[in-house]
């Protein structure tokens, strides 16, 4: 690779390392023929190393950071005065394929600032896809970020091509949207996620394809006012409104030469893991957005426990819970029990009345549960009203990083 390529390489591959939302999971399988390349796997693409210490995973790049909005929380907003680059389409398909055959990528995750218009841009991002895809029988993993002030056939041109695609919600409030990014629109951005919605759905019971990963968006967290709960409730939406596969959540990171009205300071990090955690009880342990936001102090998630144990905290009267007897629902809300030790919880307890040994066997996380359930052989009468139960239970803190 030439040193002007590679110079662009490095600007707009350290560009795109703000967008979290680019996981690959939930691809349909599938390879390539013997005059194509390149394949996917159902589990989906993650950050690993081979051993000879190669990183194999997705190629993330912008194809430029030139932008004509102005949002402020952004590092490539047009007033930035930060090193510009663009990619052409082809060399961004040169890359991609070169990469690939090199074994250095599984798969591309495509983003871009917006260059003359919303269509044009989104113009070139599709035409990278529709190049690989044709011209060079590419079958491997493509996630676009489509632009959502583009025209709803270009959104739709891009679901034939990319396996996932995204568009990014960016705040959680829509107060947030139009203090820090007035030229974007709320509406604009979730009439987009509807489209895309629509046609998913069109294309699953046609069975063809459009976007087989589905679509993911990402919020900021930290910028604006907007607090944990607020968060949340907007996240619960989006799954309810727009069936997304995922929401990702990005901690504001304070960029130079911005408005003083963003934080100067960067949020706790453990607020990005806990939002997370909190996620995770959304979709797979059958919570209720405002359960936990229940158990918040001002709409805020506790930093020093997760939200389940936070939950299992401000309502001990529920526990502790029998796992001989407890329908799912609440053993799901027992801290340190997951999702799949649940369903195996009840499955064994057909057959047999389970004993602490038995839960060892089915649970690799049981110290922490303790306190919050009754077995054949234990029964902590009272442990859940001692007053040092929070104090026994918080894990340490980690020291917090930053991006600048």
């Known amino acids: 690779m030439d040193e002007r390529l590679t110079r662009k390489l490095r600007i707009l591959a350290d560009a795109a390392k703000y967008d979290a939302s680019c996981a690959s999971s ?39 950071n030139y932008c004509l909005f102005d949002c402020a929380y952004c590092i490539n907003r047009r007033s930035s005065n930060v090193e510009r680059a663009r990619f052409s389409v082809q060399e961004v398909v040169d890359i991609t ?27 070139q991002l599709v035409l990278v896809a529709k190049t690989l895809r044709q011209q060079h029988g ?54 987009a996620m509807g489209q895309m919605r629509e046609r998913i759905d069109e294309a699953k019971a046609e069975k063809r394809s459009f976007s087989p990963a589905g679509q993911s968006t990402q919020l900021i967290v930290g910028a604006d006012a907007a607090s944990d709960a607020d968060v949340l ?37 453990q607020r990005e893991n806990r939002l ?28 020093e426990v997760d939200p389940k144990l936070a939950w299992a905290l401000k309502n001990r009267e529920r526990f502790p819970v029998d796992v001989n007897k407890a329908d799912r629902e609440m053993l799901l809300r027992v801290p340190g029990l997951g999702a799949r030790a649940v369903d195996k919880i009840v499955k064994a307890r057909r057959h047999t009345t389970l004993r602490l040994d038995d839960l060892k066997r089915l649970s690799g996380a049981l110290k922490r549960s303790l306190p919050f359930l009754i077995a054949a052989d234990h029964h902590p009468a009272g442990t859940t009203d001692q007053a040092d139960l929070r104090a026994r239970l918080v894990q340490p803190a980690a020291e917090q990083l930053a991006l600048f």
């Not at 390879?31 to 159902?42: L, M, Y």
């Not at 055959?101 to 871009?112: A, C, P, T």
């Open 233 to 269: 409730r907007t996240t619960a939406n989006l799954y309810d409104r727009y069936a997304l596969r995922r929401v990702y959540f990005s901690a504001f990171s304070p960029i130079p030469d911005t408005t003083s009205k963003l934080p100067a300071k960067a949020p706790p990090l």
């Open 26 to 64: 939930g691809a349909p399988k599938r390879s390539a023929g013997r005059d194509g390349i390149g394949s996917t796997n159902k589990i989906g693409i993650c950050h690993s190393y081979t051993p000879d210490g190669r990183c194999v995973s997705l190629l993330k790049i912008l194809l430029t």
């Open 138 to 191: 590419y079958r491997g993993y493509i996630h676009l970020k489509t632009i959502p002030e583009a025209s709803p056939w270009l959104i739709e041109q891009a679901g034939l091509w990319a396996d996932r695609l995204s568009v990014n919600l960016e705040l959680p409030t829509d107060e947030g949207l139009k203090s820090f990014a007035p030229e974007k629109q709320a509406g604009t951005i979730k009439a």
């Open 276 to 303: 997370y955690q909190a996620d995770w009880l959304l979709r797979h342990y059958e919570f209720e957005v405002e359960e936990i936001a229940s158990a918040t102090e001002g709409g805020m998630l506790d930093l």
């Open 97 to 123: 394929i070169a990469f690939y055959k090199r074994n250095y990528i599984e798969g591309l995750f495509l983003s871009s600032g917006i260059i003359r218009s919303p269509d044009y841009t989104m113009e």
